[in-house]
């Protein structure tokens, strides 16, 4: 080969077989990214508006802790205990910066934070989102683009992951920066752009979410393999920077949280030592599920992209073997690689016992690209029109009526599950309104330091954003038998600053034990936070009495409708269905009322 068309190729990196790295004539079907980051944007702009908070984790390992940051009080759980230091103050710090930029700005309240942080979070997935949309678009087909477009903006799971304040969600934005880098192979390979994303999403998120770029890795090692010395070589060096790029990474978390915590922590290996390595139960103790959960779940969240997602791998297999076309080897290799990352994830989280949706989020970007594919592979053959062939025999109008009617059905199904989410849980977002929440100025009811307490419905705080006026959330007993949250030591003098974060704590423990310390005496409290169902005929127990028919007691603020899940048909409880007279009394969602109270004199 002459030396100037091999030093062309090495320049280029475009292996001859990888038609997805050469451009491609237009399409129909491109989207200009701009256009696509607008579609994006607005998607997860109503999620940073409406969304519940879904997971009491988000709440109190990461709301509450950035509170504190920010104004000097709030709720500590047991993984913040210097004992502990299973998570990272550097993830809290970052968001603690964005919400202390709203500060700066006029009509600052500390509700105005919170939807500041959650717009940050739509802008950044957004951005996320759109820069692996247009490597979709060149790199594999623009009609993949799209439907990957579709499968994220239509289903539910992006509504409640994309402005999620939990590390899952953080994880999902960098595998969507680092599968970006592994597929794009224009102007070069960017493998140390791709383990740098990953590495991010792992070090300061969850350091699980990493293995997501295992495929990647795998094929960059046959592609070493494959190629000459130099290309080997080339290849050790992007892994090597990668590598180094990551372990900074990992030196810079630990400086900042050894300045946090007082003492040298590696956080992300905290957080695999207790969940792989733990004596005392690990994170079972907080419930187990079986393996079908997932499945179950990631159908009510995704819907018709999730079977599509499921069949993806098979329908390529199939495509390979009965397609005329050849694109060679690796182009076919490429696809499964860019395919076997959902199907890693779902297996590998399917066999542990302990479930959660969240732990789902870092692969929500594989399970719209894998749809996309599938989708694209089944219109591909569905849109033969030769007269031989039983596909060919079908009318073309009524091969786009099939087609259009089932991408209505998924937006049909995303949107009902999505209102049906916001109409039956968002009360805890709209209930502190009285007290002053998101008013500027002394507002509201209450006095400076009051307690707002919460018994049975204490994983349904939505953070102490919705307290102002420096008022305190604390708990009274119910029938929960587990750890509650402790609170920040709010010490200054003598102590520095959020001395908090590293003082030693009480009545902390990994293993899910009840401690007394976590309550208030009743007498405590000037406003209490309960929920009443009427339709419940059961005795109620004995530390969990209905306070709102305490008139004696108690006086009624605010009360917001709340889906009363023990009493609603399973399809209620999953879609949104209106409380019409057609509707069978079966159907028809039962409520409750998630209510404020304040303490009588």
């Not at 109190?60 to 509170?67: A, R």
């Not at 999403?201 to 592609?223: N, Q």
């Not at 499921?310 to 495509?319: G, K, N, W």
């Not at 959660?356 to 399970?367: G, S, T, V």
């Amino acid at each position: 080969m002459p030396p100037q068309v091999a030093q062309q190729q090495q320049q280029q990196f475009v292996h001859p077989t990888a038609q997805h790295a050469k451009k491609k004539g237009p399409s129909p079907f491109m989207i200009e990214p701009i256009k696509a980051f607008y579609i994006f944007l607005i998607a997860n702009f109503i999620s940073a508006l409406f969304a519940p908070i879904q997971d009491c984790d988000e709440t109190f390992n990461y709301w509450e802790p950035t509170h504190y940051l920010s104004h000097g009080y709030g709720l500590q759980t047991w993984e913040y205990s210097p004992d502990y230091a299973i998570r990272s103050w550097f993830y809290v710090g970052l968001h603690a910066i964005v919400g202390n930029i709203r500060r700066l700005l006029p009509q600052s309240t500390k509700l105005a934070e919170f939807y500041f942080i959650r717009y940050a979070f739509a802008f950044i997935c957004s951005l996320c989102q759109v820069l692996l949309f247009r490597v979709i678009s060149f790199t594999l087909n623009p009609r993949i683009g799209l439907f990957f477009l579709m499968a994220t903006v239509m289903s539910p799971g992006n509504f409640h992951s994309s402005t999620a304040y939990l590390p899952s969600s953080f994880a999902m934005y960098m595998s969507l920066l680092g599968t970006a880098a592994f597929m794009n192979w224009r102007g070069g390979l960017k493998t140390s752009w791709g383990i740098w994303w990953f590495a991010v999403g792992g070090i300061l998120g969850w350091p699980f979410a990493s293995a997501l770029c295992a495929p990647f890795l795998v094929e960059e090692g046959l592609f070493a393999l494959m190629s000459d010395r130099q290309g080997f070589y080339d290849a050790i060096l992007r892994l090597t920077r990668g590598v180094i790029a990551a372990l900074l990474l990992v030196v810079g978390d630990a400086a900042i949280n050894t300045f946090f915590y007082k003492k040298i922590e590696a956080v992300s290996w905290n957080i695999v030592k207790y969940n792989i390595f733990s004596s005392t139960g690990g994170p079972n103790l907080y419930g187990t599920e079986p393996w079908t959960f997932y499945f179950r779940n990631l159908a009510i969240n995704f819907n018709i992209w999730f079977v599509l997602a499921l069949l993806s791998l098979p329908l390529f297999l199939a495509q390979k073997i009965v397609s005329t076309k050849h694109h060679g080897f690796q182009s076919g290799m490429r696809t499964i690689v860019f395919l076997s990352p959902f199907y890693m994830w779902l297996g590998i989280f399917s066999i542990q016992p302990h479930k959660e949706e969240r732990f789902m989020y870092p692969m929500y970007p594989f399970i719209a690209l894998n749809a996309a594919l599938g989708l694209h592979i089944i219109l591909s053959a569905f849109g033969n029109s030769d007269p031989k062939t039983l596909v060919g025999k079908i009318p073309a109008c009524l091969k786009l009526f099939a087609v259009m009617g089932t991408l209505l059905l998924s937006l049909d199904l995303g949107i009902a599950r999505i209102v049906g989410v916001y109409t039956a849980y968002s009360a805890p977002l709209k209930l502190y309104e009285p007290l002053g929440a998101g008013v500027v100025g002394h507002q509201g009811l209450g006095g400076r330091g009051d307690h707002v307490c919460f018994g049975k419905e204490w994983y349904r705080f939505p953070s102490s954003y919705f307290l102002p006026r420096d008022m305190h959330a604390k708990f009274i007993r119910s029938e929960f038998r587990g750890l509650l949250p402790g609170e920040f030591s709010e010490a200054r003098i003598g102590f520095g600053v959020w001395s908090g974060t590293w003082l030693p704590t009480k009545g902390m423990n990994d293993r899910n034990e009840e401690d007394m310390g976590k309550y208030v005496d009743l007498r405590q409290c000037s406003f209490l936070v309960d929920t009443q169902y009427p339709e419940n005929q059961n005795p109620l127990p004995p530390n969990e009495p209905d306070y709102i028919a305490d008139e004696e007691n108690w006086k009624v603020v605010k009360c917001e409708p709340f889906l009363d899940a023990a009493n609603t048909h399973l399809l209620a409880r999953v879609l949104w269905i209106p409380d019409w007279s057609f509707v069978p009394e079966k159907y028809r969602r039962k409520w409750g009322r998630h209510c404020l109270l304040q303490k009588k004199k």
